[in-house]
């Protein structure tokens, strides 16, 4: 089974604090994506990655930005932490082709 | 825009009933289609996924698509209070960027006993 490994359960930072999520996964899937999910408005995409190095904006981008240097690894960075962008914070992946994704465990984010 | 809508519930049923989803998507070519279940403060699980017009089955759940309706919907059969959880029905288009999956808001399913 794919693993998708999200380093932080919970997290609690102040506003405006540079903030790392990273994500995991251990097995070569090319694409990667950062959601949120709040109440009431559902998954929205942030970043994805379908290449080392590559990436795009989804319907949310501002106030974050990506990294992705290495396959495995897709780190979501919340530039200067503001109160609205408490949420719940949702890595996935996915291989090349007609499937799903598979999700991170999430990151819990309140900013205070 | 691709939308993809739900009912949002939420949906009460008893322990033993059928639970039936709806899910609507407005990409025609849409080809892919996946029901995810989200339990309280966790993240969503793949439970179902179709590709073609029918329905498919695996265990007590049974996915359904009609892409001349641009319609998928998933029945619980048996259903038992763990089933309780948020389902998320998620759309992938022919023609969607790398794979992303597009989500609706999802339906809230409560099985009373």
């Known amino acids: 089974d794919v693993k998708v490994t999200q380093s932080s359960r919970y997290l609690v930072k102040r506003t405006g604090e540079k903030v790392f999520l990273e994500c995991v996964q251990d097995m070569d899937h090319e694409n990667m994506f950062w959601y949120r999910q709040d109440p009431g408005l559902g998954l929205r995409l942030i970043y994805f990655?379908?290449?080392?190095?590559?990436?795009e904006k989804g319907d949310i981008p501002e106030g974050y930005s990506v990294s992705r240097e290495k396959k495995e690894r897709f780190s979501l960075i919340l530039e200067s932490a503001s109160t609205n962008q408490t949420s719940m914070y949702l890595c996935a992946t996915q291989t090349t082709g007609h499937y799903g994704y598979t999700f991170g465990s999430g990151t819990r984010l309140t900013v205070v | 825009q691709k939308e993809v809508e739900q009912n949002s519930g939420p949906l009460s049923v008893p322990e033993g009933a059928i639970a039936s989803l709806n899910c609507t998507y407005s990409?025609?070519?849409?080809?892919?289609f996946f029901w995810y279940r989200q339990y309280s403060g966790k993240s969503p699980e793949l439970i179902m996924s179709i590709y073609s017009n029918g329905d498919k089955e695996d265990g007590r759940f049974t996915a359904q698509l009609n892409k001349a309706s641009q319609y998928v919907s998933l029945l619980i059969r048996d259903s038992q209070p763990s089933d309780s959880a948020t389902y998320l029905c998620?759309?992938?288009?022919?023609?969607?960027?790398?794979?992303?999956?597009?989500f609706g808001r999802g339906t809230q399913l409560t099985v009373w006993p």
């Open positions: 990409d025609r070519v849409s080809q892919s």
């Open positions: 998620a759309v992938k288009g022919r023609g969607s960027t790398l794979g992303r999956l597009y």
């Open positions: 990655s379908y290449d080392v190095k590559m990436k």
